[in-house]
C-alpha cells in the first residue's frame, strides 16, 4: 500500500469519511508496512556464470516476506516495483566451484542498467561471495536482478549455508 498526498481541504468544507481513510488510514497503514519484498534461494542450484540468481522463495519461514506484490514465482530471477519510490536494494550471494578466481557481481535494473556492483579476486578458489547495497529511486514496473559473473567451472548458488537474497526495501517518496 503506497503513501497517496493528502487533499487540500478549503474551509468550511466538510471532511467525508472517504477523505479521511484515503488521507489519514490508507497513509497511515502505509507508514506501518511500507513496500518491502526480500526473496531468497532456499536450495543449492547449478549456476550458469553471468546469469542472474534464481530465488525461490518470499515465506517468512525461509526468511522472505514481500508486503507489496514485488515477487512472482513466474518470473524467479527478479523482482519488480509495485509502488514508486526511493529504495535500499541489497544483493547477497553465495555460490562454490572449483577454479573460482574472480568475481563480479552487480544489480542491474531492467536489464540493462546497472545500479551498483562489485569485482574482487577470490582468495579462496572454491567460493564466493558479496553484498552489494544501493540507494536508488524506482517507479513502478521496474525490475532487478542480482547478476553474478565468476571465472570457474561447475558453479553452484547456494540457497543452504548462506542464502542469496535480493531485497529492496522502501524508504520514501522520489519528490
Known amino acids: 500500500m503506497a503513501w497517496i498526498n493528502p487533499s487540500t481541504v478549503a474551509h468550511g468544507e466538510v471532511l467525508t469519511s472517504a477523505k479521511w481513510n484515503q488521507d489519514v488510514v490508507e497513509n497511515t497503514i502505509a507508514l506501518r508496512v511500507p513496500p518491502m519484498v526480500r526473496a531468497v534461494r532456499t536450495s543449492d542450484a547449478s ?7 534464481t530465488f525461490q522463495s ?3 519461514a525461509d526468511s522472505g516476506f514481500d508486503t507489496d506484490g514485488m515477487w512472482s514465482a513466474g518470473e524467479p530471477t527478479r523482482i519488480t516495483i509495485q509502488t514508486g519510490g526511493v529504495y535500499q536494494v541489497t544483493f547477497v550471494f553465495f555460490i562454490t566451484g572449483p577454479g573460482v578466481t574472480q568475481q ?3 544489480i542491474r535494473q531492467n536489464g540493462s542498467k546497472l545500479l551498483a556492483g562489485s569485482e574482487t579476486a577470490v582468495a579462496v578458489p572454491t567460493a564466493a561471495g558479496s553484498t552489494i547495497s544501493v540507494v536508488c529511486s524506482l517507479s513502478a514496473t521496474d525490475y532487478l536482478e542480482g547478476m553474478v559473473n565468476m571465472t570457474g567451472s561447475t558453479l553452484t548458488q547456494k540457497g543452504t549455508q548462506i542464502q542469496c537474497a535480493l531485497q529492496a526495501v522502501w524508504v520514501g517518496q522520489a519528490s
Open 104 to 106: 563480479q557481481s552487480y
Open 58 to 60: 518470499v515465506t517468512p
Open 47 to 53: 549456476f550458469t556464470t553471468g546469469s542472474a540468481i
